[in-house]
């Protein structure tokens, strides 16, 4: 028992001695038990780190890497906590954006740890859980869950992959933001000590005894990782839309004996989306070329429809399956807002 009076003489000595203590049977320093204690209540601690020679200190690449990675895999979570996605990119509920703002970060002593205080029950009002739901656990369980399955696919013996696995894995918390960050993080030479993603849960909001608490991203997973990443962006739904424009460029790919990339700035109008302004690079080998010609010397309208994917803030055209040439002078469209890059 420890007094709880800080009047007492003692009282400062026997608080080191139960910290020295407790630390001893965690196998933890004394300041980290410390913070753990102080705000045991209120946070999850989430640890993000690697090994360095001397503690605390780091590399400028490595330490910013290691910052932006646990910015981008706590990001990855908050959005996953609310609806897991293949991909969110910059399209990021609002919430999880919130969130975010009442995370705080330090560096603490042991090789180099990135810490992130995370509330367990932050002052962001999240519509889509029910009502009593810890926000923020939900939150760090999703990134331990996330980055154990991601990790465990990368490892696949062999290092195939099956085809379907990262699609399986994304209920999980696994998109290809959190596969991108910790690719980014992940050691590049065999030999290469691991890094380490770790969490110190609440007390006041218990955990299954059970439940795994720090994983670990080993070498040899890397571009495995970023393969995985691609197959995730790539898994995002088209959606039907059409352009209508001109043609303003038009150039050759292969030194110029390749097919024919027509530049056509126009409407893009896509389904459950506002119309807006875009310029678009076109390569459609099974179109007929001189629609684009056309249009392109005469300043005539083309239409095109296709289906689009959104990355970012970009629409990417993934096909284009009928163009038709309008016999009209185009509306200048381009007068109040600049034309939005696309691809």
């Not at 995370?103 to 992130?116: D, E, I, K, T």
């Not at 050691?187 to 218990?206: C, E, H, M, N």
Request: aromatic letters at 4%.
């Amino acid at each position: 028992m420890l007094p709880l009076d800080e009047r007492l003489k003692d009282y400062a000595s026997s608080l080191a001695d139960v910290l020295r203590r407790l630390a001893e049977f965690e196998g933890r320093d004394s300041l980290t038990v410390s913070r753990a204690l102080t705000a045991a209540s209120a946070f999850d601690r989430v640890d993000v780190w690697s090994e360095s020679n001397e503690p605390g200190s780091a590399p400028l690449p490595d330490a910013s890497t290691l910052f932006s990675a646990a910015r981008r895999l706590m990001l990855a979570s908050a959005c996953a906590a609310l609806k897991p996605s293949a991909f969110f990119s910059s399209e990021h509920p609002i919430d999880a954006e919130r969130y975010l703002d009442t995370v705080s970060a330090r560096v603490v002593p042991g090789s180099f740890v990135v810490q992130l205080d995370c509330p367990v029950d932050p002052p962001v009002k999240v519509p889509e859980l029910e009502l009593g739901h810890h926000y923020g656990r939900r939150v760090t369980e999703t990134l331990l869950d996330g980055v154990e399955t991601a990790v465990t696919v990368a490892q696949a013996p062999g290092m195939q992959v099956r085809p379907d696995a990262w699609r399986e894995a994304i209920p999980h918390g696994v998109s290809a933001d959190l596969v991108d960050a910790l690719a980014s993080i992940a050691p590049r030479l065999d030999g290469s000590p691991p890094k380490q993603i770790a969490v110190d849960f609440a007390r006041t909001v218990p955990v299954d005894g059970s439940r795994r608490k720090s994983v670990e991203v080993p070498p040899g997973i890397h571009r495995t990782l970023q393969d995985g990443a691609e197959q995730l962006r790539n898994m995002v739904i088209p959606i039907r839309a059409s352009l209508v424009g001109q043609a303003k460029g038009l150039e050759r790919s292969g030194s110029g004996n390749g097919r024919l990339i027509a530049k056509v700035q126009g409407t893009l109008a896509i389904e459950g989306d506002r119309p807006r302004h875009v310029s678009v690079r076109i390569a459609a080998p099974n179109l007929d070329e001189s629609l684009f010609i056309e249009s392109y010397r005469d300043r005539s309208s083309l239409v095109l429809t296709g289906s689009v994917v959104r990355r970012g803030k970009r629409y990417v055209m993934l096909s284009v399956t009928s163009a038709e040439l309008i016999q009209r002078p185009t509306l200048e469209l381009f007068d109040d807002e600049p034309p939005m890059p696309a691809d």
